[in-house]
C-alpha cells in the first residue's frame, strides 16, 4: 500500500533519475547477498552467553559486571535516535562500517582489557555499535528495493534477514561448549574477526539513493551539518504529526513488545520455584527461539485486510501467553512464552512493513530509531513495576548462592580454574544480571 511520504519519494526518485540522465546501477542481487552475510557473521556474537560468567571468571565483582552492563545501557538509550539521524546525514553505509570498527575495537579491548575503566569503555564502544546498527541497517534494506521499485518485497527480505540472525544467534550460543579451548582472550578474538567479516561485507554494499538530498550527501561540508540536524528534526517531527499511521505503529509495537523480554525472564524464575534445576533452563530459551523462527516463517504468509483487527488478535494473543507463564503447569508457562515469542516476530514483521511505506526516505533511520526508543522507554517502568511486584510476592530475588563469589577471587583464577568456574559463575550471576537488564533493557533484539 502507497502512502503520500511513499509517493513523494517515487517521484523524488524518477526526478533523480531523469536529472542523472541514467538509471539506478544497484546490483540488488549483489546488495542482498551483502546484507544477509553482514546479519550472519554479526548475529554469531558468541559472547553474549557468557560474557558475564568470563568476567567473573577472570574476578570482577557484582558491583564490577553490573557497572559494566549499566554502562552498556545508559549509552544505548542515550545515542539510540542520534545514531539514526547520523545515518540519514552521512549516510546509511558511512554508518554501518563504523559501527562495524566499533564492534571490532570493542572486541579487542574486551580480549585485553587490564582493569574496569577499560570493560566499561568496550562496553560502551559495543552499545553505540548496536545503536548504529540497528535502525540503519533496515533503512538500508528497504531503500535498496526501493530504488529497484521493489519495496513490496520487504517483508520476504526481513523474514530471511531474521532468519539467518537467529541461526547464527543459536550456532553463536553453541560456543559456550568450546570455553575451555578458547579462554577469554579467545572468544573476544574470535568474535572481533566476525565482526570484522561483517563489517567487510557492509563495506561491500552501495549507498541506495532514493532522492536528491542523499544525492547530495557528499558536497556537504563540515559547517552544513548543524543546520541539516535540525532541520532533520524538523522534519521527523512534521512527518509524526502529520502521519498518524506512524504514529499509532511506533506506539502500537512498543506497547505489544512489553511482554517478550518480562515472560522469558519470568519463566526461568518460575521454573526454578517450580524445582527445575538451573542446569536445563536453557531449554526455554531454546523453545522460545524455535518460536521466534516459526512465527517469522508464519508471518511470510499472513495476510490481512485490517491492521487495527490484526494487532486486536495479536495483542489478545499475547495476553494469553503471557497469563499461561504466570499461572500454568510449567510446560503450559513454557508454551506461552513461546506463544507470545512466536506473535511478536508475526506482527512485528508487518509493523516494519507498514512502517518503512509510511515513512520518508530521508528520516526512515531516525524515525525507526524512535521506533525502538520508544520500546526502551516503555520498558523502564514496565520492567520497574513488575519487579517491584516480583519482590513483595517473594519472586524474582536475586539467587543469594551469587553473593558468595565477591572480589576475593580476584586474581586467583588461572585459565583451568576459569574453566571448571564458568557454569558455575553463569548460574550465580544470573539474577544479578537480570537486576540491571531489567531495568535498564533499551531494545528488544538489543543483546546484553
Not at 533503512?139 to 541461526?167: G, H
Not at 520497574?384 to 510476592?393: D, E, P, V
Request: proline share 3%.
Amino acid at each position: 500500500m502507497r502512502t503520500f511520504y511513499s509517493e513523494i519519494d517515487c517521484i523524488n526518485r524518477k526526478v533523480l533519475s531523469m536529472k542523472s540522465n541514467k538509471q539506478s546501477t544497484l546490483n540488488i542481487k549483489r546488495q542482498l547477498g551483502c546484507v544477509y552475510t553482514a546479519d550472519f557473521f554479526s548475529g554469531l556474537r558468541i559472547t553474549d552467553a557468557v560474557w558475564v560468567a568470563l568476567l567473573a571468571a577472570r574476578g570482577f565483582s557484582l558491583w564490577e559486571i553490573g557497572l559494566a552492563e549499566s554502562v552498556f545501557h545508559i549509552v544505548s538509550l542515550l545515542c539510540e535516535v542520534p545514531s539514526g539521524m547520523a545515518a540519514d546525514l552521512l549516510g546509511r553505509k558511512k554508518a554501518l562500517v563504523s559501527g562495524g570498527v566499533l564492534a571490532v575495537t570493542s572486541n579487542l579491548l574486551m580480549a585485553f582489557a587490564p582493569n574496569l575503566f577499560a570493560i566499561c569503555f568496550a562496553m560502551a564502544l559495543n552499545a553505540l555499535y548496536g545503536t548504529l546498527f540497528s535502525g540503519t541497517f533496515t533503512a538500508l534494506v528497504y531503500d535498496s528495493l526501493k530504488t529497484e521499485d521493489r519495496e513490496d518485497e520487504y517483508l520476504q527480505i526481513s523474514a530471511n534477514s531474521s532468519q539467518i540472525s537467529m541461526l547464527a544467534s543459536a550456532l553463536g550460543s553453541l560456543a559456550s561448549t568450546v570455553q575451555r579451548f578458547l579462554g577469554f582472550a579467545g572468544f573476544y578474538l574470535l568474535s572481533a574477526l566476525f565482526e570484522g567479516v561483517s563489517t567487510l561485507a557492509c563495506r561491500w554494499m552501495n549507498e541506495p539513493i532514493v532522492t536528491a538530498a542523499q544525492a547530495n550527501r557528499a558536497r556537504q561540508s563540515l559547517h552544513d551539518l548543524p543546520g541539516q540536524f535540525t532541520l532533520l528534526v524538523q522534519d521527523s517531527l512534521h512527518v509524526l504529526r502529520t502521519c498518524p499511521l506512524a504514529a499509532k505503529l511506533i506506539v502500537s509495537s512498543a506497547i505489544i513488545s512489553v511482554p517478550s523480554y518480562l515472560t522469558k525472564m519470568f519463566l526461568q524464575q518460575r521454573l526454578i520455584e517450580l524445582g527445575w534445576p538451573t542446569e536445563v533452563l536453557f531449554l526455554p530459551l531454546l523453545l522460545g527461539g524455535i518460536a521466534c523462527v516459526l512465527g517469522t516463517e508464519a508471518g511470510r504468509r499472513v495476510r490481512f485486510c485490517s491492521m487495527r483487527r490484526f494487532y486486536a488478535v495479536c495483542a489478545l494473543l499475547c495476553g494469553a501467553g503471557t497469563l499461561l507463564v504466570g499461572t500454568a503447569p510449567a510446560w503450559g508457562g513454557i508454551l506461552g512464552m513461546m506463544l507470545v515469542q512466536g506473535v511478536l516476530e508475526v506482527y512485528l514483521l508487518h509493523e516494519s512493513q507498514k512502517l518503512n511505506d509510511a515513512i520518508p526516505s530521508d528520516q526512515r533511520a531516525t524515525l525507526i530509531s524512535v521506533d525502538s526508543m520508544a520500546y526502551s522507554l516503555l520498558m523502564i517502568p514496565a520492567s520497574g513495576g513488575c519487579r517491584r511486584r516480583c519482590l513483595r510476592a517473594g519472586r524474582c530475588r536475586p539467587c543469594p548462592a551469587g553473593r558468595g563469589h565477591r572480589a576475593e577471587r580476584r586474581g586467583a583464577l588461572g585459565e583451568k580454574a576459569a574453566g571448571i568456574l564458568i557454569q558455575q559463575k553463569a548460574d550465580a550471576f544470573r539474577w544479578e544480571r537480570i537486576r540491571f537488564v531489567i531495568l535498564l533493557r533499551t531494545a528488544a533484539r538489543c543483546p546484553a
